[in-house]
């Protein structure tokens, strides 16, 4: 039996923060909070880490495999299981023809490969999947297959097994590293820029969190509370209680099984902060912002793991309308007439009511 080496891992999911929606400007006087202004917009946070289209000629090469190939000299005849209504081939072949060219400098040795997706007896088959079962498995497994260094370890078919849903570029990327395997190139070989663990994946688009119902994995939030900058500390923080126990009752339009436990963890999925300054917009009496893992790379956080609400110079008996506003943005609504009805069009007086009766 084939020895089995840990798959390259979809080791970071690019984080994302930036501020949402409207920010709450000053008027001027005691109604610092009364008009609406632009936030700023989400900045982008990517990395690229090469790939198959790197640039080979600036590696050192360090062939670790035997002086002979253990798969023989006739070509390698490989299948290919697509997931559905995807066509994955050509991603195959682009990996294949990788090793085609590269094969001889880093395994130390030639290999050819035929690509044909439905042969009845294949040497090897890549086989895209939803879960990974070979080697060893975690949430960020991207592929396996078995390390081999010589001809008495294949068992043919042997199996690539890839994820399911990258992009096009990132399952090259893995299918090309998952193939090294087989050559006899473990995580430590050359091509770093293919062989490593360490590189950045991405799926295939995913919608955006502002575009999901509910952009949370789930509805049980932790809450930080850090008001003590506040004019009246005690009373700023049962404003934002009130706030969380509307949404815990089940505001209008709302989710109705969110929970809330307050922690002393900034750490914490909800943040509440009363600060000097916005971290906005200059003069913004409040805003949220947001930070959540961009799997796809197109720059928009695809789900929140972290919401702040930041409450600048705001009068206490509003702290807890301005709490309330922008939870509903973290929980899913972007357009003030999708808000619960206190924070539609709401004025000066009525953001210091009772509002959450």
Known sequence: ?????????????????????PAFGAEGGSRADDRPSSGSSPSSV????????????????????????????????????????RDVVPLVRAATAYWEANATRYAGYAVDYEVQPDAPNPDLVVSFRDEITGCERTDHTAGCAPYITRAGQIDRPVTVEIKIGLSDASTVQVVTH?????????????????????????????????????????????VFVDVDDAPDPDAARQQVYR?????????????TNLTFRVVDDPDADLVVRYADSSPCTAGSGSCGSSRGPDPDG???????????????????????????????????TESDDEKPPPFRDASYDERRSEWWE
């Open 243 to 255: 706030a969380l126990g509307y949404y815990k009752r089940g505001a209008p339009g709302m989710p």
């Open 178 to 222: 998952e193939l090294g395997h087989t050559l006899g190139l473990g995580h430590d070989d050359e091509p770093q820029a293919v062989m490593r663990t360490g590189v950045t994946l991405t799926t295939l688009p995913q919608p955006n969190a502002t575009e999901r119902a509910f952009p949370w994995v789930d509805p049980d939030f932790t």
């Open 1 to 21: 039996m084939s020895r089995r080496v840990l798959a390259l891992s979809l080791l970071l999911l690019v984080v994302l923060a930036g501020c949402l929606g």
């Open 298 to 332: 197109d720059g928009a956080s695809e789900r929140y793991s972290q919401f702040t609400v930041t409450l600048v110079g705001i009068d206490t008996a509003a702290l807890g309308w301005h709490t309330g506003y922008w939870l509903a943005v973290a929980f899913g």
């Open 46 to 85: 990517t990395s690229s880490d090469g790939g198959p289209g790197a640039d080979a000629t600036t590696e050192t090469a360090t062939p670790t495999a035997p002086d002979g190939n253990p798969w023989g000299t006739d070509p390698v005849v490989v299948a290919v299981e697509s997931p559905p209504g």
